[in-house]
């Protein structure tokens, strides 16, 4: 079986990415576009921690027309930490994503939630 996350806050999530975007000035709105089409998948694909990425159809729900443009969208997200990305060493497989939890859960922390005064 493989293993899944069910407990993700998908507003803290979408929450913590978008501030995050507003503090990286390397994130433009393609960016924006194929992480949110990325996301529903995972969405969809019940938060696997890896997803299966079929690049014409995330191009399609991403609205990304070029595919160097997707390439240069998702390397960059990849390099600022938003995905893991693992690319297909063979045409006919599919790549796979990683997402990386913005909602302070998973294994996987960069997001930290603000502390608390007492």
């Known amino acids: 079986m493989r ?7 998908c507003i ?50 991403g609205k990304v ?11 960059t997200l990849h390099e600022c930490g938003y995905i893991c990305y693992y690319p297909s060493e063979n045409g006919f497989e599919n790549s796979q994503v990683e997402m990386i939890r913005f909602d302070g859960g998973g294994p996987l922390k960069l997001f930290a939630p603000a502390q608390r005064k007492k």
């Open 65 to 75: 027309r070029s595919r160097s443009t997707y390439h240069a969208a998702i390397r």
């Open 3 to 9: 293993e899944r996350s069910l407990r993700v806050n």
């Open 12 to 61: 803290r999530h979408l929450i913590a990415f978008f501030n995050l975007c507003d503090a990286n000035p390397r994130i433009g709105p393609t960016h924006i576009y194929l992480y949110l089409a990325l996301f529903r998948q995972w969405v969809e694909n019940r938060f696997e921690n890896r997803i299966k990425v079929v690049r014409r159809l995330t191009m399609k729900k």
